[in-house]
């Protein structure tokens, strides 16, 4: 095998269906951005819809827009349209609140759908908020409920006739290895349970279809691969079988069945809207609602197929240029495991991305010794691929990471 | 007593020490704004704030701006300002979720504070989402929790040795009634319970001092007179002596010691980050962010007295204009027992209210016969008072109103 160089992957740019949609976000030009998986790059056309939002929306036609400029129907609106994208039904999906509170409602949801059943069971590498929302919540509820966090190999034998609820995130936020989401479902099917994902890193990554899985209830997050915006609304999805046999834990005016006939007792909306709690908040809805549109106009298929090269020639890349600084790779080799981000383990990886990020190319660390790299394909080149990696390779040969300034830490990381 | 006339109105305006805010605002010049209490106008400051966190921090800047531009921060920051407003001490407010999910905190909270009581008493009046809320969340425990809502009159006497805590909204949102805090406060200690107070139609309206009056727990909401945008993200408060007694029923990521930590288990944060949950929308924390801001430029006693001035005004003008067409007060006579609107009933209240708006005075319906006009001093002037009534008069009195185009119901009123 001949090595890579840099035309390769010029070539590839060339070539590439999905080239035309770098142009739709405001890039900065002497940024690498591979860290779409944790916060999503601006659309061009997001500032003027937020303007229009405030301006006209919000100051000129004030309380009027909840009907006249649909505000109302928002949370429906933009999770029918998540929904497309992850192969729910149309009435399956709402915008709503955050991540972790949308956990909460559907882990309480789950647990009340199996009213035997005590155990809700996850990965013990899950992201971390999963795991306390869930221990919270078992905690909270105080009826011999139990959180059983268990590493990832032993998940599927474990899945036994006390197990509720299997909650486990698609992609792992810190490997990027991605479970087979219609054989697990099935597998928890098998013993009685539901299942419920966390699509934080999957959502706008690659394709999904809840609806052929038989999936129960999911989460996501709107602020990564959707491109909505700094703690953008959260979604959540339910099965259209399972809506209305619940009591929301949640009962807020939002998810009444009549929220302005202001009557004194809840009665839970119909459909997926029972889902909803308090107002929403608009601009940012209206934020996260450009950033899916724009999503919508490329098949997702394509985005997978780009982002399993990119991510692949990056491995092969990372293989070739850096063997000899102590750089491991700590995401599945194979293609169908991986989600759309790498990850590269090393002892010093902190300072080594800190040296990164100075020079423009920013993926991000995790604790203790990762360095994440995500590949969100409507913005990242085939050249940023080749770039991030000779990048690190000047910064891993010069030595240049072991100066004092990329050793300080930062609250967030 | 000589009549009221246009010219008494234009005198006050004329000598008004708040005059110079409504130009700090961006309403529409055909609009008498009297909705206030439902969705503040836009502070003209906002749209060039809310571009720069669109187009630099997040655009520009990208992930580097949860350290860089203080993301991190923004929650305690904009609930510490907002405590400035309401009397409490540096580090007893958050800004986080909506108010119905910042009451379901609070309410948790209280209940695991006193684990031998079960009632959660409030008003059978209190706006419907409080007792919702209540009401869900008592359920959801199935501890044998009861929401006991009562009328108004009948609450100080129903305090008693199983209370857990009384909940109530400080100004009822149909009648504008005020309660006495710091009275109705000291009646719940007495008997061992907690006091929680929504201060949706309180907080920016009126001055408060949770601290003086013992409060134990409040929640609010940003997007009237705080003048923070629609749904803009709400307001808890927890005073500082019950902070880390409680184990948070949404434990999620924002609200742990150490977030970026990544660790399995959840370690509640020290202080009020604990009432944290998952990422906050920062685009609308930003907006939200503005309105305080110009809050705080003025002396909440000067707001109140303004707002005192106008309800009693617009009052007298009602009774002076209005005696022949079956209109009634709804709200309290007495100034020291009514927030910052007046209610009235009439029986086609809603067509009324429809023709006034198609005429640019905005005021709102509340089911089953209120119309209600909120007057936010900071940009309501008291010519806005003559010509609101002088237009419901000209309406009433020419029965414009009847016409069919007003009867229409829309889903948001």
């Known amino acids: 095998m001949t090595a890579l160089s840099r035309d390769d992957f010029a070539a590839l740019d060339s070539t590439d269906k999905l080239r035309g949609l770098r142009d ?36 000129r036609d004030l309380i009027r827009s909840w009907n006249a400029h649909g505000w109302a129907h928002l949370q429906q609106r933009i999770g029918d349209k998540i929904g497309r994208l992850i192969g729910a039904r149309p009435g399956e999906t709402l915008v709503a609140d955050s991540t972790s509170v949308n956990l909460f409602k559907m882990l309480a949801a789950a647990l009340q759908l199996r009213p035997g059943r005590r155990v809700i069971l996850s990965e013990s590498t899950n992201f971390p908020t999963d795991l306390y929302i869930a221990e919270g919540l078992a905690g909270f509820l105080g009826q011999g409920h139990e959180l059983r966090a268990l590493p990832q190999e032993a998940i599927e034998q474990a899945i036994d006739e006390g197990v509720a609820v299997v909650m486990l995130t698609h992609v792992n936020y810190r490997t990027g290895r991605m479970w087979d989401m219609a054989r697990i479902t099935a597998r928890a099917h098998a013993s009685g349970a539901l299942m419920l994902w966390d699509l934080a890193h999957s959502a706008g990554a690659l394709p999904l279809d809840l609806a052929g899985a038989g999936v129960d209830l999911a989460v996501g997050c709107g602020y990564k691969y959707l491109n909505g915006g700094p703690g953008a ?8 079988k399972l809506q209305n046999q619940v009591s929301p834990p949640l009962s807020g005016w939002f998810g009444h069945a009549s929220p302005f006939a202001f009557e004194q007792h809840y009665r839970p909306a119909a459909g997926i809207m029972q889902a909803a709690v308090g107002t929403p908040p608009v601009i940012s809805l209206a934020a996260l609602e450009v950033g899916v549109d724009l999503m919508l106009e490329v098949c997702m298929a ?24 102590g750089v491991a790779l700590a995401s599945p080799r194979e293609d169908a495991q991986r989600g759309s981000q790498v990850c590269l383990s090393h002892q010093s990886a902190w300072p080594i991305m800190q ?17 994440r790299f995500g590949f969100a394909p409507l913005y990242v080149r085939y050249s940023d691929v080749w770039e991030a990696v000779i990048q690190l390779k000047d910064i891993l040969a010069s030595g240049v990471w072991r100066e004092e300034r990329f050793h300080a830490k930062s609250l967030v990381t």
């Open 24 to 59: 739709r976000f405001a890039l900065p030009a002497d940024v690498i951005y591979l860290d779409g998986n944790s916060l999503g790059a601006l659309p061009k056309a997001t500032a003027a819809r937020v303007a229009e939002v405030v301006g006209q929306e919000w100051g």
């Open 233 to 240: 609304p959260a979604f959540l999805f339910m099965a259209e």
């Open 302 to 325: 394509d985005v997978r197929a780009k982002s399993v090269v990119q991510t692949s020639m990056f491995i092969a890349l990372v293989e070739q240029e850096l063997a000899p600084f």
């Open 355 to 371: 040296a990164l990020i100075a020079r423009g190319v920013i993926g991000d660390f995790r604790s203790p010794d990762i360095m």
